[in-house]
């Protein structure tokens, strides 16, 4: 089990950029490195969607929505307990709750995702 306490999000102008923070807290026997780690987020009105994926140890493989590639980057840091996600030239229709979710029986994109942090609200104005 993993506790996940997502930061960083607020309100940014278009084109701006924001990074987000996950820092995780172990509640069992297992090294942060053997978790793969995702952010997915929801607007209002809408289903949450994934967003951005890494994998397990170094996180040398990362997945992205088509529509954040180039934008957004997902990185982590085994020394941290943390993961991150870059949001470069930030687009009115990112504005949503992103959410850090986490697994430790899968690897990269398409993991059941258990594990979910509370949500941060990124909103991207003008």
């Known amino acids: 089990q993993v506790q996940l306490v997502e930061s960083g999000g607020g309100l940014v102008q278009e084109g701006g950029s924001l990074r987000l923070s996950c820092a995780a807290t172990?509640?069992?026997?297992?090294?942060?490195?053997?978790?793969?780690f995702a952010w997915f987020r929801q607007a209002t009105g809408k289903d949450r969607e994934y967003v951005a994926a890494?994998?397990?140890?170094?996180?040398?493989?990362?997945y992205y929505k088509p529509s954040v590639k180039g934008r957004f980057t997902i990185s982590r840091d085994n020394g941290k307990n943390a993961v991150y996600l870059q949001m470069n030239s930030l687009k009115s229709e990112d504005t949503a709750v992103y959410y850090c979710?986490?697994?430790?029986?899968?690897?990269?994109?398409?993991?059941?995702?258990?594990?979910w942090g509370q949500g941060t609200q990124v909103t991207v104005s003008s």
């Open positions: 979710t986490a697994d430790v029986e899968c690897d990269g994109y398409g993991c059941p995702w258990p594990y």
């Open positions: 172990l509640l069992t026997a297992r090294s942060f490195d053997q978790y793969t």
């Open positions: 890494i994998s397990r140890r170094n996180g040398d493989k990362t």
